[in-house]
């Protein structure tokens, strides 16, 4: 079939119906991007594969159109401790962690990717099972893409972008000739999805560590658990074979805490860590997602979450230039951003497995001792809770993160605020117009920017003027690209108010001290909820110049031609 003959499939053909290609497909079609999404397998997984969704992946979900029937399908787990030498070593507890989230929600993957299909389904978008791309081939303007159906029809579509979320052994990844960089672990491991009999925690993971490798337990539903362990040094490159139930009782009697029984197995696999990535995610109109740019050791609970984060950065800046709204150079800040990330849980995923999975009996014992002096420093126990609820993901070194300072300003000379590419930060407001409560994080639910303008502990209209005076000649250009909030202290609002900016009260200055707004100060959000810019005191010049860095005027396209941004 002639190239010219191929049909349009979509602005955008995603390939790969797992939890990032959900994902990918839900968060485009919130943007109001056009899609299509196959999958060349006849159903959705019916495995528990991927058990657990983070604080930050919910957050994220909570925006993609509400977390709670995730919640109703799941479990939630409050922490994890960690025992050694017949003693728990380590406990951490994830009810401070600074979320409408502080959980970790333990659902099996297939429920995820109920629960993603169904929401997608309800957008009127379907995923096409059984639909297999072949080939592809690309073009500076989009590519072309042969998909073979299961009657054994061959289809040729045209797609302006492709977005490979098709897994570990991705056909976009060989298709493009791409290096999927890195090594196998080299010990086999064992994988059990069974019900457990006996004294163990239900809404805790619990990990065993023993000289001979570890034990872990995962809750999955009242008496259901994934256990995992290493069993020892790979004997070939043939794959581990699948253990039996008698096999992994064996394990679970010589490692475990003792007194538990195993029964009714609803899945039992070998497996062996990959820990393997691509250096970039973009290429040209083809963008990789998920397990297709990365893999690596479970240790975690990271990889899905991961490749769900992935998808949701990917959306909103795809979103932008499909429209003509962003440069199309915003797309390379997916690639720079998101690869950063990877690297960071690729090398702490393989820590926590070679500290795991260490065999000499001197540094065992010397690791049992230093690891809960170090966990009981409350600094560590911070940051590891962070690192685990993804919360402490940031872009601080984006082209998209930026800052001005005035001379006279000192509230972020000593890290004060939240930095230019941190996680926006949540608080209790109140709306103005309704008095009714809200949060920082319920007003940013939707796809724009968000521009907040702080006025300040004490303020008067003339100064709250002059702020909405700022905010006005600054994003005007940019349209409905970019959403007003102005955060108040108590008290009436002032007059003149445009109405298209929203006014949040902030009774408690919560809002103000999270952010250091001790003057008038703002804060640009990114659709996905990280702080492009902040600026203290307010500067209508150097926001501006920040925003014609990647967003596009919206009253003149001639404006696309000035300088991108540098990546």
Same mark, same amino acid.
């Given at each position: 079939?002639?190239?010219?003959?191929?049909?349009?499939?979509?602005?955008?053909?995603?390939?790969?119906?797992?939890?990032?290609?959900?994902?990918?497909?839900?968060?485009l079609?919130?943007?109001?991007?056009?899609?299509?999404?196959?999958?060349?397998?006849?159903?959705?997984?019916?495995?528990?594969?991927?058990?657990?969704?983070?604080?930050r992946?919910?957050?994220?979900?909570?925006?993609?159109?509400?977390?709670?029937?995730?919640? &109703?399908?799941?479990?939630?787990?409050?922490g994890?401790?960690? $025992?050694?030498?017949?003693?728990r070593?380590?406990? &951490?507890?994830?009810d401070d962690?600074?979320?409408?989230?502080?959980?970790?929600?333990?659902?099996?993957?297939?429920? /995820?990717?109920?629960?993603?299909?169904?929401?997608l389904?309800?957008?009127?978008?379907?995923?096409?099972?059984?639909?297999?791309? /072949?080939?592809?081939?690309?073009?500076?303007?989009?590519?072309?893409?042969?998909?073979?159906?299961?009657?054994? #029809? =061959?289809?040729?579509?045209?797609?302006?972008?492709v977005?490979?979320?098709?897994?570990?052994?991705?056909?976009?990844?060989?298709?493009?000739?791409?290096?999927?960089?890195?090594?196998?672990?080299?010990?086999?491991?064992?994988?059990?999805?069974?019900?457990?009999?006996?004294?163990?925690?239900?809404?805790?993971?619990?990990? $065993?560590?023993?000289?001979?490798?570890?034990?872990?337990?995962?809750?999955?539903?009242?008496?259901?658990?994934?256990?995992?362990?290493?069993?020892?040094?790979?004997?070939?490159?043939?794959?581990?074979?699948?253990?039996?139930?008698?096999?992994?009782?064996?394990?679970?009697?010589?490692?475990?805490?003792g007194?538990?029984?195993?029964?009714?197995?609803?899945?039992?696999?070998g497996?062996?860590?990959?820990?393997?990535?691509?250096?970039?995610?973009?290429?040209?109109?083809?963008?990789?997602?998920?397990?297709?740019?990365?893999?690596? =050791?479970?240790?975690?609970?990271?990889?899905?979450?991961?490749?769900?984060q992935?998808?949701?950065?990917?959306?909103?800046?795809?979103?932008?230039?499909?429209?003509? !709204?962003?440069?199309?150079?915003?797309?390379?800040?997916?690639?720079?951003?998101?690869?950063?990330?990877?690297?960071?849980?690729?090398?702490?995923?393989?820590a926590?497995? #070679?500290?795991?999975?260490?065999?000499?009996?001197?540094?065992?014992e010397? !690791?049992?001792?230093?690891?809960?002096?170090?966990?009981?420093?409350? +600094?560590?126990?911070? #940051? +590891?809770?962070?690192?685990?609820?993804?919360?402490?993901?940031? $872009?601080?070194?984006?082209?998209?993160?930026?800052?001005h300072?005035?001379?006279?300003?000192?509230?972020?000379?000593?890290?004060?605020?939240?930095?230019? *590419?941190?996680r926006?930060?949540?608080?209790?407001?109140?709306?103005?117009?309704?008095?009714?409560?809200?949060?920082?994080?319920?007003?940013?639910?939707?796809?724009?920017?968000?521009?907040?303008? +702080?006025?300040?502990?004490?303020?008067?209209?003339?100064?709250?003027?002059?702020?909405?005076?700022?905010?006005?000649?600054?994003?005007?250009? +940019?349209?409905?690209?970019?959403?007003?909030?102005l955060?108040?202290?108590? *008290?009436?609002?002032?007059?003149a108010?445009?109405?298209?900016?929203?006014?949040?009260l902030?009774?408690?200055?919560?809002?103000?001290?999270?952010y250091?707004?001790?003057?008038?100060?703002?804060?640009?959000?990114?659709?996905?909820?990280?702080?492009?810019?902040?600026?203290?005191?307010?500067?209508? &010049? =150097?926001?501006?110049?920040?925003?014609?860095? $990647?967003?596009?005027? &919206?009253?003149?396209?001639? =404006?696309?031609?000035?300088?991108?941004?540098?990546v």
């Amino acid at each position: 079939m002639a190239e010219e003959t191929a049909k349009l499939a979509a602005d955008v053909l995603i390939v790969g119906a797992g939890p990032v290609g959900l994902t990918t497909a839900l968060a485009l079609t919130q943007h109001g991007v056009p899609c299509r999404i196959i999958d060349r397998n006849a159903e959705r997984t019916d495995k528990s594969k991927a058990l657990v969704l983070w604080s930050r992946s919910l957050e994220i979900l909570d925006d993609l159109g509400g977390a709670t029937p995730f919640l &109703a399908a799941g479990m939630r787990a409050h922490g994890a401790s960690l $025992y050694g030498n017949g003693m728990r070593l380590v406990q &951490a507890n994830l009810d401070d962690v600074d979320s409408p989230y502080p959980f970790v929600l333990m659902i099996p993957q297939s429920e /995820t990717e109920r629960v993603l299909e169904e929401r997608l389904a309800a957008r009127g978008v379907h995923v096409e099972r059984r639909v297999e791309l /072949t080939e592809l081939r690309t073009e500076p303007d989009g590519n072309t893409a042969t998909l073979a159906h299961p009657d054994g #029809r =061959s289809e040729l579509v045209r797609a302006a972008w492709v977005v490979g979320c098709d897994g570990a052994h991705s056909t976009i990844r060989h298709q493009l000739g791409l290096e999927f960089a890195g090594s196998t672990e080299p010990n086999d491991w064992i994988l059990a999805d069974v019900h457990v009999v006996g004294p163990l925690a239900g809404d805790e993971l619990s990990l $065993y560590w023993h000289t001979k490798g570890i034990l872990a337990f995962f809750p999955i539903a009242p008496g259901r658990f994934r256990l995992i362990a290493d069993v020892g040094t790979a004997p070939g490159l043939d794959h581990p074979h699948d253990p039996t139930l008698a096999e992994t009782q064996a394990i679970l009697d010589e490692r475990g805490p003792g007194g538990l029984s195993m029964k009714d197995p609803v899945w039992l696999a070998g497996f062996r860590i990959n820990e393997r990535k691509l250096v970039e995610y973009r290429h040209g109109r083809v963008l990789l997602a998920g397990d297709a740019a990365h893999v690596h =050791s479970p240790a975690g609970g990271q990889g899905m979450n991961t490749g769900m984060q992935d998808a949701y950065n990917l959306a909103w800046k795809l979103a932008l230039v499909r429209a003509g !709204r962003a440069r199309e150079s915003l797309l390379d800040t997916y690639s720079s951003e998101r690869s950063a990330v990877g690297d960071t849980v690729l090398r702490n995923a393989g820590a926590m497995t #070679r500290v795991a999975t260490m065999r000499n009996p001197i540094a065992q014992e010397l !690791r049992n001792r230093l690891v809960p002096l170090i966990a009981s420093l409350e +600094f560590v126990q911070a #940051r +590891f809770k962070e690192t685990l609820s993804e919360t402490a993901i940031e $872009y601080g070194s984006s082209p998209l993160s930026g800052e001005h300072r005035g001379l006279t300003e000192h509230a972020w000379l000593l890290g004060g605020g939240v930095h230019p *590419g941190a996680r926006a930060l949540d608080a209790p407001l109140t709306d103005a117009a309704t008095g009714a409560p809200t949060s920082l994080f319920a007003a940013l639910v939707g796809t724009p920017h968000t521009l907040l303008l +702080f006025s300040g502990p004490h303020h008067d209209d003339t100064r709250v003027a002059a702020l909405l005076e700022v905010a006005s000649s600054s994003t005007k250009p +940019f349209g409905d690209a970019i959403r007003r909030c102005l955060v108040m202290a108590a *008290g009436a609002a002032p007059r003149a108010v445009p109405p298209s900016v929203r006014v949040l009260l902030d009774p408690e200055l919560a809002l103000h001290r999270r952010y250091a707004a001790t003057t008038q100060s703002l804060y640009l959000i990114r659709p996905d909820g990280y702080v492009g810019f902040r600026g203290q005191p307010a500067d209508a &010049a =150097s926001l501006r110049a920040h925003l014609e860095r $990647y967003l596009v005027p &919206a009253t003149s396209n001639d =404006s696309r031609e000035t300088t991108d941004v540098d990546v």
